[in-house]
């Protein structure tokens, strides 16, 4: 997973369109077109991974924009890799993904309320569980990042590395979809924290926000918003962060 640091496109569908919430609060989103047609996009820009949400399934806690993740799925095909989340709460949900051509999941709410899940499904399916901790107020929350858990980010990711996760996907919510730039100090707590890829998201404006994640150890980097309204492209991005 991310043999080298990746900027990942998000596409996150709700209602069937690509939408960014600002902050992550519910009904904030700008939408931006078609999920296939977007998906398709950041793949000639040269993704190599696409980082999928159903924002309704997250919110819900049922997938409701199956439908339109499977044919972003099927029209990008094998070689590029894909991580979904929202609204996996199951093995078997995330197994039915995995089966059907998911390359990683994305485990939040089921992790927090079943850390047993992680362990079940990364036995069967090795580094195919991205485990999501999303921080507000330094506070991971869960169920569309509208409840507190008590737990911190750091300590978190340590219990769901030793519990066979892939990866942590790190999310400042307090930052997310807003382009006001990046705040290093947390994900670096989480990359020190574990011996797992790291993959940060929130807050990117700037192509130094890119380089920052990268310095601060992170493997990847999710951008969806600053791609969206044209911050900067996935090629200077890339450009930016080549070894």
Request: glycine letters at 12%.
């Amino acid at each position: 997973m991310f043999p080298a640091f990746e900027v990942v496109p998000a596409v996150d569908v709700q209602d069937g369109r690509v939408v960014q919430l600002v902050g992550g609060e519910r009904d904030t989103g700008k939408t931006y077109g078609d999920p296939v047609e977007a998906a398709g996009r950041w793949v000639e820009a040269g993704a190599r991974t696409l980082h999928l949400v159903d924002l309704d399934g997250a919110f819900e806690g049922e997938r409701e924009n199956a439908d339109a993740i499977a044919s972003v799925v099927g029209s990008v095909g094998p070689d590029i890799d894909t991580q979904l989340g929202g609204g996996i709460r199951t093995v078997e949900d995330a197994t039915d993904l995995l089966d059907a051509g998911v390359d990683r999941v994305i485990l939040g709410t089921a992790a927090v309320e079943n850390p047993d899940i992680v362990a079940e499904i990364s036995d069967a399916y090795p580094e195919s569980v991205l485990v999501s901790l999303d921080a507000k107020d330094g506070e991971v929350v869960v169920s569309g990042w509208t409840e507190g858990t008590g737990l911190d980010p750091a300590e978190a990711a340590k219990r769901y590395a030793d519990l066979g996760a892939g990866g942590i996907l790190f999310t400042d919510v307090d930052v997310e979809g807003q382009l006001v730039g990046v705040r290093t100090d947390e994900v670096e707590r989480v990359v020190e924290a574990v011996d797992i890829p790291v993959v940060a998201s929130g807050g990117v404006a700037t192509l130094d926000d890119v380089r920052a994640l990268k310095e601060a150890g992170a493997s990847a980097v999710v951008v969806g918003t600053a791609l969206y309204e044209g911050k900067f492209t996935l090629e200077a991005a890339r450009d930016a962060v080549k070894e």
